[in-house]
């Protein structure tokens, strides 16, 4: 088997493709062909150094696939051995095949292209637990994405529309703020040239955003939470712009508002077969009628990994990246 494997320590550490042994599925587990894998920047920390995998979990990169059964560990009873399917893994993703818990194994969308849904599996997870369940997000509420454009950040644009929200986001450029028009966004922010407070609270006549989901950490935060309405949530879920900021907690305070930051990848297979189970029921019939549908940039070989992971950190990709053995 053929797998991209990590060389080197800290942001030059180079991707390369090896030969590598795979074992047989085990308890609860399926064996995987992969046909597809998704790119995404906790890929690229994993390579720096800051995102390791958790315990048990291959050490080279890839947290989501599209592919079919070969076989299957006991006590499986689904999916079937050649069912073709997309797969939330804890890593091993770029690879010829890969191991995947059962109850974090999803059936392949209907119209889907089979390979375009490798961009599914982590951002639809990541979208529908942060928007749902952390944001507690309602119908006819405004919903600000931080990062439209991104893999993550292109799914909850559509996911939020489909959840009955008023969806903001930001991007940079007109060809970007455009596309994220086309996805569904009611209102777009180009943040390279506009004041992003004073765009939002012009969208929100001053009232800010019941939701923010942010990609960006410590160098939006004071922002973020000048946006939020009263009752407002700020869901963090990445890290672009820094780790640590500085908060106003009297702003806070007086809007009664929240701050949530969540990871998916360390959480148990217990929450993530929850999370799968909840996606499969709610977010892939809106997949099915095409309110959410995969966003992908390019298409690579598996052994143009380190040019997938540029793509990303140049802030190239709209959407996501995708590796193909």
Same mark, same amino acid.
């Given at each position: 088997?053929?797998?991209?494997? =990590?060389?080197?320590?800290?942001?030059?550490?180079?991707?390369?493709?090896?030969?590598?042994?795979?074992?047989?599925?085990?308890?609860?587990?399926?064996?995987?062909?992969?046909?597809?894998?998704?790119?995404?920047?906790?890929?690229?920390?994993?390579?720096?150094?800051?995102?390791?995998?958790? #315990?048990?979990?291959?050490?080279?990169?890839?947290?989501? =696939?599209?592919?079919?059964?070969?076989?299957?560990?006991?006590? +499986?009873?689904?999916?079937? &051995?050649?069912?073709?399917?997309?797969?939330?893994?804890?890593?091993?993703?770029?690879?010829?095949?890969? =191991?995947? #818990?059962?109850?974090? &194994?999803? #059936?392949? #969308?209907?119209?889907?292209?089979?390979?375009?849904?490798?961009?599914?599996?982590?951002? +639809?997870?990541?979208?529908?637990?942060?928007?749902?369940?952390?944001?507690?997000?309602?119908?006819?509420?405004?919903?600000?994405?931080?990062?439209?454009?991104?893999?993550?950040?292109?799914?909850?644009?559509?996911?939020?529309?489909?959840?009955?929200?008023?969806?903001?986001?930001?991007?940079?450029?007109?060809?970007?703020?455009?596309?994220?028009?086309?996805?569904?966004?009611?209102? +777009?922010?180009?943040?390279?040239?506009?004041?992003?407070?004073?765009? &939002?609270?012009?969208?929100?006549?001053?009232?800010?955003?019941?939701?923010?989901?942010?990609?960006?950490?410590?160098?939006?935060?004071?922002?973020?939470?000048?946006?939020?309405?009263?009752?407002?949530?700020?869901?963090?879920?990445?890290?672009?712009?820094?780790?640590?900021?500085?908060?106003?907690?009297?702003?806070?305070?007086?809007?009664?508002?929240?701050?949530?930051?969540?990871?998916?990848?360390?959480?148990?297979?217990?929450?993530?077969?929850?999370?799968?189970?909840?996606?499969?029921?709610?977010?892939?019939?809106?997949?099915?009628?095409?309110?959410?549908?995969?966003?992908?940039?390019?298409?690579?070989?598996?052994?143009?990994?380190?040019?997938?992971?540029?793509?990303?950190?140049?802030?190239?990709?709209?959407?996501? &990246?995708?590796?193909?053995?």
């Amino acid at each position: 088997m053929r797998a991209v494997t =990590i060389s080197g320590k800290g942001a030059s550490a180079k991707l390369t493709t090896n030969r590598l042994n795979l074992h047989e599925p085990g308890a609860g587990e399926v064996l995987l062909a992969v046909l597809s894998s998704g790119v995404n920047r906790a890929d690229l920390l994993q390579r720096a150094g800051l995102y390791p995998p958790p #315990p048990g979990a291959p050490d080279w990169p890839g947290l989501e =696939i599209s592919g079919s059964v070969r076989a299957l560990g006991p006590g +499986v009873s689904w999916p079937r &051995v050649g069912d073709r399917v997309v797969a939330l893994l804890d890593g091993g993703g770029y690879a010829e095949q890969a =191991i995947a #818990p059962a109850g974090q &194994v999803l #059936p392949l #969308p209907a119209g889907i292209d089979p390979v375009d849904a490798a961009a599914l599996p982590e951002a +639809v997870c990541t979208a529908w637990t942060n928007l749902v369940d952390a944001g507690r997000l309602d119908d006819g509420e405004t919903l600000l994405v931080q990062g439209g454009s991104g893999g993550v950040g292109s799914i909850a644009v559509q996911l939020g529309k489909a959840l009955g929200a008023r969806v903001v986001t930001t991007a940079g450029g007109p060809e970007r703020t455009a596309r994220c028009r086309d996805l569904g966004a009611d209102v +777009v922010v180009d943040h390279r040239t506009e004041d992003v407070v004073a765009a &939002v609270r012009a969208a929100t006549d001053g009232r800010g955003a019941d939701v923010v989901l942010d990609v960006l950490g410590a160098g939006a935060l004071q922002d973020n939470v000048r946006l939020l309405a009263p009752s407002g949530r700020l869901v963090v879920i990445g890290l672009q712009q820094g780790r640590t900021g500085e908060l106003d907690l009297a702003r806070l305070m007086a809007r009664r508002a929240t701050v949530t930051g969540t990871t998916l990848r360390s959480r148990s297979a217990v929450e993530k077969a929850a999370i799968v189970a909840a996606v499969a029921e709610h977010v892939w019939p809106m997949v099915a009628d095409g309110r959410v549908r995969p966003v992908v940039h390019a298409r690579l070989p598996l052994e143009e990994a380190e040019a997938a992971h540029a793509m990303l950190e140049s802030g190239e990709a709209f959407g996501k &990246v995708l590796l193909l053995p």
